[in-house]
């Protein structure tokens, strides 16, 4: 009986104990800490605060709805307890006949019957306005802090010891003046509002403000029409009008409009630009100006509201009203209605500006300009390296046309003979018809027929003459590389012509042909291509020696090949050995005991200047064969 006794004592003790943990969970909860010994509960300091906020729009509504994002943000941030916010709309505002107030105060107070908030925070004038004259039946005790609310909507007389306010001031005539002066040529101002019971009263006190500057522009009062008149209006205003937009909640027609819906659809057809004091309609459709700030005036809210959670008495928070701040202005707005910055007041900031295309595009155009440097660097190397070469090669030609006369020089050296033999011919047969025709003038009877044959002959004679001096003074002359359309044919048979009686008394054959009525026009120094064919023909020429026995000839044949057109010098010599055959038109290669190996290798120079080829070969039957390609004239 005992043992029962004791298990049934030590059952009851654990439930005991089960039971008092249960309750001190419970207690924790609440708020409340371990039981004193007078029986009372002791304030936890981690229990988490209860904060009420209380709209007057709505949580969603522009502009209130930015700051209350900006006071609880703050709070959350910088409070050390937990917070329990919790929200409310009033919505009675936004009708132009306010409904009854009973129903949500008495939602209020049965909602927060028992446990009150630790703080209550209106936003907004109409809030301010309920929670003064309901206090005393919901929050007789807690603390209230009216935020964002005009100074002229405060009832400073309702005010009590537990009572705060965070104002701001709006100034009228100041934000009128900003946008006279942002566009002096101003000569209207209309004024965009709703038709509730508040925005008639701000219509009123805009009126009594603006007095001073009626003798600077005209007003228009857009307060008491329907929203879509106002915005047939707002797309037909005359020059020189900006628009200043008040608020919307309520239009004269008794349409609600939300948020900054309304705004948006004035910016889309008006055809004058928009200002407004309001910063959370700043950056979307609004040129911009001095504006309340919404950060300046969240974090003050939260200063009070975190002091007098910290035991400060309320009264003792004093917050001066809030003007507006410093004034900035959407870049993009400026640009779209042509205003100047100059005209901004100083100390402005120009915001959302587009970047420019270096800002934007900073390294792609870095990039460019650097591979650009490169190249221009490049190009101005290439165009040093150009001239350079082109000096290079004015100055080979000049060299090449000094050696070429040179070489000139020794190859009519070994033509003296001929040049004799062909200058004697003629001169001696004119001075035998001379002497002829003197001896038939002293007769009686002159035959004066035959005397103007001699005459006849004297001046055939005299032009055979003059043409082998002019061939010699063309071959010998000394001129700078010249390029001109020339005739080939009629080039090389004038060389042939220096050189035939030079193969005549060497007993060999020099033959030339050229097909009948084939023009062969080429691009090119004729003295130069002159050389070309008397080095090749003098070399054939000493190619055949003279014990050779068998056909002793030299043969030059003109000829076409797709565009080119060939010089061919071929003889019946031996030849050239094979192993020459890849050096034959190297500098001083040659064959020849006394020989300087120049003359084939200036040939091949004066060919490659002319842009030709030059081709060493044997022929089948023996000898050996030149070819010379020069392109055809266009």
């Known amino acids: 009986m005992t043992g029962r006794n004791s298990v049934a004592s030590a059952k009851r003790r654990v439930a005991e104990v089960a039971l008092l943990c249960l309750g001190l969970a419970v207690w924790s909860y609440l708020g409340v800490g371990p039981v004193n010994a007078a029986g009372q509960g002791e304030v936890n300091s981690r229990a988490p605060k209860r904060v009420l906020l209380l709209h007057s729009f709505g949580r969603d509504f522009l502009p209130w709805s930015e700051y209350a994002r900006s006071i609880k943000t703050n709070l959350e941030q910088r409070s050390p307890w937990p917070l329990d916010i919790q929200e409310h709309t009033l919505l009675t505002a936004r009708f132009t006949e306010p409904g009854a107030e009973g129903p949500f105060v008495e939602y209020l107070r049965s909602m927060y019957q028992g446990r009150p908030p630790d703080i209550v925070m209106s936003i907004g004038g109409p809030a301010a306005g309920f929670v003064q004259k309901h206090r005393a039946e919901l929050f007789p005790n807690a603390p209230m802090v009216l935020t964002t609310v005009e100074e002229r909507l405060i009832d400073r007389a309702s005010l009590t010891e537990r009572d705060t306010v965070v104002s701001v001031r709006n100034d009228f005539v100041a934000a009128f003046r900003n946008a006279l002066q942002v566009l002096p040529d101003t000569r209207t101002i209309a004024l965009v509002i709703g038709a509730s019971a508040l925005e008639k009263f701000w219509l009123e006190e805009v009126k009594k403000d603006v007095e001073p500057l009626e003798d600077r522009v005209s007003f228009v009062w857009y307060g008491d029409l329907p929203f879509d008149e106002i915005l047939k209006r707002a797309s037909a205003l005359p020059p020189h ?33 928009i200002f407004c004091f309001e910063e959370s309609f700043f950056g979307r459709d609004i040129v911009g100006g001095p504006m309340h700030s919404i950060p300046e005036l969240g974090e003050k809210t939260a200063d009070a509201a975190l002091r007098i959670l910290g035991g400060e008495k309320p009264a003792d928070v004093k917050i001066e009203p809030i003007a507006y701040a410093a004034p900035k202005y959407d870049w993009r707005e400026l640009q779209r209605w042509g205003i100047s910055e100059s005209n901004l007041p100083k100390g402005s900031e120009v915001l959302f500006r587009e970047p420019g295309i270096w800002k934007e595009h900073r390294w792609q155009l870095a990039l460019i300009a650097a591979v650009i440097l490169i190249q221009a660097g490049l190009i101005s190397g290439l165009l040093h390296e150009r001239r350079g070469r082109r000096l290079a090669e004015v ?117 030339f042909y050229a097909p009948p009525e084939m023009e ?94 030059i081709s060493a070969e044997n022929q089948p039957f023996g000898g050996a064969l030149f070819t010379v390609r020069l392109p055809i004239a266009s």
């Open 241 to 273: 009008t900006v628009l200043f937009w008040g608020l919307m909640s309520v239009d004269a027609a008794g349409v609600v409009h939300d948020g900054d819906r309304a705004l948006h659809r004035l910016r889309a057809v008006a055809n004058a630009p």
């Open 395 to 511: 100055e080979s030609r000049e060299r090449l046309a000094e050696l070429a006369h040179v070489n000139r020089y020794a190859a009519v050296g070994e033509l003296t003979a001929s040049i004799a033999h062909e200058l004697n011919q003629p001169l001696g047969s004119i001075l035998t018809n001379a002497e002829t025709a003197e001896l038939m003038l002293r007769g009686t009877a002159p035959d004066l027929v035959e005397i103007g044959e001699i005459l006849a002959d004297i001046r055939r004679d005299d032009q055979r003459a003059g043409e082998v001096i002019r061939r010699l003074r063309s071959v010998l002359k000394k001129a700078p590389f010249e390029i001109k359309d020339i005739e080939l044919n009629e080039t090389v048979r004038e060389a042939i012509g220096l050189v035939g009686d030079v193969a005549a008394r060497r007993n060999i054959a020099l033959a």
């Open 520 to 613: 062969l026009h080429v691009k090119g120094d004729p003295v130069q291509l002159q050389q070309v064919v008397l080095n090749l023909i003098l070399n054939a020429l000493e190619a055949i020696s003279e014990s050779q026995a068998g056909k002793r000839e030299v043969s030059v044949t003109m000829g076409r090949s797709a565009d080119s057109a060939e010089i061919r010098v071929g003889d019946t010599g031996p030849g050239i050995a094979v192993a020459d055959l890849k050096t034959i038109f190297e500098p001083f290669f040659t064959t020849k005991p006394e020989g300087m190996g120049m003359g084939l290798a200036i040939v091949r120079t004066i060919v490659e200047a002319h842009h030709g080829t």
